[in-house]
């Protein structure tokens, strides 16, 4: 699929930038971007559990096995890339 997108003058040189940085075309690190936007938003909301909730633990982890079974997952290199950009470094 092609798109033609504009974007503003800041986030397109983050973009070339990080691209440039990963030694990458331009076009193939935005496609990557959108696709972890999506898969990420897909996602169920990870639910807040008291620190000494033992059955709220229990349930969070049976849910995060339905999740999977699901296949409602994130990959290792999209929880990665949010990861690096949340702290602005490279994982």
Do not use: C, H
């Not at 938003?41 to 620190?51: L, N």
């Amino acid at each position: 699929m092609t798109i033609t997108i504009t974007l503003p003058p800041d986030v397109e040189a983050a973009l070339r930038a990080e691209a440039l940085a990963q030694d990458r075309d331009v076009a193939d690190v935005a496609a990557d971007r959108l696709a972890a936007a999506y898969a990420v938003a897909g996602a169920p909301p990870v639910p807040e559990v008291a620190d000494d909730d033992a059955e709220g633990y229990a349930a969070l982890v049976a849910g995060g096995d339905a999740d999977f079974a699901a296949g409602r997952f994130k990959s290792y290199e999209a929880v990665r890339e949010a990861a690096s950009r949340r702290r602005g470094i490279a994982l």
